[in-house]
Every structure is written in structure tokens, then in C-alpha cells.
């Protein structure tokens, strides 16, 4: 299973953000992480359409995009046309989930579910073959630079202990307080997609995302 690093914007220096976004591309990072935040779903409000759409360019890089917005449904064919290439939804904000899981697919973008802290694992069981990507929070959603919870792990290796028995090989996405010192403990618990923010876009760019590299490399 491929091993990926997912650099979240949310920590860069938005007046360089097409520099560093290229800076991460160059180094091997293959998703690029937009949080978006609406004020109602999370009490923070980040950035949306507009910014997406121009950064889509800056770069030859995966949009991995997470929405932390109410009824994500209304907004698919916007993030969609702004340059989205998988759309993560937090399962607690869909009035219907199979809906909005068939709304991204039918944009022909790969769908992502999301599950908050306090969320069990169990809630995804109805859509283990129904998304290409399943992203455990290890924060509370709504900023960068908090602590991995971990008691995450647990939650990583039931939910790929749960595709395993399926025979489906979707992404696990890990997103929150991921640095170089919990990258391997986190991947050996199940994930192969780590997102980073204040991991990645602090001091040097470009050797710390060579720094995970190395690990995701080394644990494929
Ligand atoms: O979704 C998020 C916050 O809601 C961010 O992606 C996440 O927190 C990344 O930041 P850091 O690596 O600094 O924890
Ligand atoms: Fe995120």
C-alpha cells in the first residue's frame, strides 16, 4: 500500500502559498491537504473556493480536500469545479451520507469520510466500499497545531482490520498533531496517509517534508 504525505495548508504562509505548495510537491509530498471550515460545523471560519481554484495550478499535486462545513451535499459541484480531486465530508454533517458519497462520485471525484474523536469506527461499516478514502481526525476538528489523541491508533487499526476482512484497499487518512516523531506509529497502526500541517510549513520546508518522506518510505 503506497504511503503518501499530505501537507495542510491551514499552517502555511498564505503570502507564499503557491511557493511553499510547490516546495512540498518537490519534495515528494503527492496530496495536498484544504481545510476548509465553515463557522457552523467548526467555530473557525479558513478559506473556500476561490483560493482553491487558484492554487490548483501551482503545483502538480493531488487536492485532497476536507470539509468541515454543515451538508457538505451543497457544495460538491463547487469544490468540484474549483479543482478538488477527492472530497472529504465528516460523516457527523451529512443529513444523508450515501447521498452525498454518490454526489462526489458522480463529479468523478474519489469521496472521503470523515469521523470526528468521539465517533466510532462502527458508523463506517454501511460505507466501506463506498468511498476510496476514510480519514480518522486525531484532533478535535477546527485548527492546526493541537496534540495526536492517542487513542486513535485503536481506532486506525479497527478500521483497517475492517477493510482488510472486505478486501478493500482505501486510503486510511490520519489528520492531526502528526509529526516526525509519531509518523511510524501511526502508519504501523493501519494508515498510509499522514496530513501535517504545523509538522510541515514550520522552519524548513523542504527538509521536513524530506524528513517524512524518508519515514513513509521506509514503512511501505
Ligand atoms: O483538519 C485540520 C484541523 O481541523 C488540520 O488538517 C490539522 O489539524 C492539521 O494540522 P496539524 O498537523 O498542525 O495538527
Ligand atoms: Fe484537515
Redesign the pocket.
Not at 481526525?137 to 495526536?148: A, C, H, I, T, Y
Not at 496530513?195 to 510549513?201: P, R, Y
Given at each position: 500500500m503506497k504511503n503518501i504525505l499530505?501537507p495542510?495548508i491551514?499552517?502555511a504562509d498564505f503570502k507564499v502559498l503557491g511557493e511553499q505548495v510547490k516546495t512540498c510537491a518537490e519534495n515528494g509530498a503527492e496530496y495536498l491537504?484544504f481545510?476548509v471550515?465553515d463557522g457552523m460545523f467548526?467555530s473557525?471560519i479558513s478559506f473556500g473556493i476561490p483560493v482553491l481554484a487558484s492554487i490548483k495550478g501551482a503545483a502538480d499535486i493531488v487536492m485532497d480536500v476536507?470539509l468541515?462545513i454543515e451538508e457538505p451535499i451543497r457544495y460538491v459541484e463547487a469544490f468540484h469545479k474549483a479543482g478538488a480531486d477527492i472530497l472529504n465530508v465528516h460523516y457527523e454533517a451529512c443529513e444523508d451520507v450515501q447521498a452525498t458519497l454518490d454526489a462526489i462520485h458522480k463529479c468523478g471525484m474519489k469521496a472521503g469520510l470523515t469521523i470526528k474523536p468521539a465517533t466510532p469506527v462502527e458508523v463506517l461499516k454501511p460505507y466501506l466500499d463506498q468511498a476510496e478514502l476514510f480519514l480518522i481526525?486525531?484532533?478535535?476538528?477546527?485548527?492546526?497545531?493541537?496534540?495526536?489523541i492517542p487513542e486513535s491508533l485503536d481506532k486506525i487499526r479497527e478500521l483497517r482490520g475492517l477493510l482488510n476482512e472486505k478486501g478493500l484497499t482505501a486510503d486510511v487518512e490520519v489528520?492531526?498533531?502528526?509529526?516526525l516523531g509519531n509518523a511510524k506509529e501511526v502508519l504501523e497502526s493501519g494508515a498510509n496517509v499522514l496530513?501535517?500541517?504545523?509538522?510541515?510549513?514550520k522552519d524548513n520546508i523542504a527538509e521536513n517534508v524530506k524528513g517524512f518522506m524518508e519515514i513513509l518510505n521506509e514503512n511501505e
Open positions: 499530505a495542510s491551514l499552517s491537504h481545510d471550515m467548526v473557525n476536507h468541515m481526525m486525531s484532533v478535535e476538528p477546527g485548527k492546526g497545531g493541537q496534540s495526536f489528520d492531526g498533531g502528526i509529526h496530513v501535517a500541517g504545523s509538522a510541515v510549513f
